[in-house]
């Protein structure tokens, strides 16, 4: 076969999301403890651990919603500093979506998704209108686009959020536990909701507890316990072969 071939299918060695040595304190609480991460482009992580090891932290420092104090965070080559142009930058390139979904309650689905195309990126209203419809039928919920979130169920109302974010052209999704709020009834179809996207190719970090997910997606899983990045390692292995004493308690509270 031809090199072109080879070539096309292999996957991109680019590097999406970088952390070097991260520290963050909270006051006095040292909440990130030298963290360092690479995720390529396209690759899916998913990040666990018990709740209050710097998780959430960890991502919202990756879009700048909380500010580290020490060490490197690069997204798509641009450097996260205090430089307002670098923030708005890497905030384009980066979606989030979170346990509590933040929807205008007071706004259509419709209006929910095409808020900030048109209010930031100054998108005309039928293009950001075209869009968003495009992203409800990804999510399957285009004839909801007239409801306000209230009239949705939980797993609906996700569903939006994840919509709404994909209406500005992320490179990269985070998700912080977006199923812990929904009733089991409708973790799965958020999670085939992810799933999907993921198979498009999007670089993923999620933050979940949905092992099943984790398995099934997920290029690598990270466990962090106290602010640190205890072990990482593809799903299978972390599963079956977890290496460090946190990491087993860990499971076998959860699986
Ligand atoms: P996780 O997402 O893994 O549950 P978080 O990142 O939310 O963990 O929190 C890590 C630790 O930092 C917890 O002990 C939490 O209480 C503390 N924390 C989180 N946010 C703040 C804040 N804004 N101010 C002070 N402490 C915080
Ligand atoms: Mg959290």
Not at 164 to 170: A, D, G, H, T, V
Not at 192 to 206: F, N, P, S, V
């Amino acid at each position: 076969m031809s090199n072109t071939n080879v070539q096309t299918s292999k996957k991109t060695d680019e590097v999406a999301i970088q952390l070097k040595g991260v520290h963050k304190w909270y006051g006095q609480f040292h909440v990130l403890k030298n963290i360092n991460l690479t995720v390529g482009r396209g690759e899916r992580i998913v990040i666990c651990g018990p709740s209050g090891s710097g998780k959430s932290t960890m991502i919202r420092c990756i879009n700048r919603l909380e500010e580290h104090q020490q060490g490197d965070i690069i997204v798509d080559n641009i450097e996260l500093t205090g430089n307002l142009k670098n923030i708005e930058a890497i905030r384009r390139e980066v979606g989030m979506c979170f346990q509590h979904f933040n929807l205008f309650p007071h706004l259509t689905v419709l209006e929910n998704c095409t808020l900030a195309p048109i209010f930031v990126r100054k998108m005309p209203k039928k293009e950001a209108e075209e869009i968003a419809m495009h992203y409800l039928e990804r999510v399957k919920i285009p004839e909801q686009a007239d409801k306000y979130p209230g009239q949705l169920s939980g797993g609906q109302q996700q569903r939006v959020a994840i919509a709404r974010s994909l209406c500005m052209n992320p490179r990269v999704m985070l998700f912080d536990e977006p199923t812990s709020a929904l009733d089991p009834e409708m973790i799965a179809e958020v999670l085939d909701t992810m799933i999907e996207l993921a198979d498009t190719g999007m670089t993923m970090i999620c933050v979940t507890h949905e092992m099943g997910f984790a398995r099934k997606v997920a290029d690598r899983v990270i466990f962090m316990d106290a602010g640190e990045i205890i072990e990482e390692n593809k799903p299978e292995e972390f599963f079956n072969n977890p290496q460090s004493d946190r990491t087993k308690k860990f499971l076998s509270q959860i699986l």
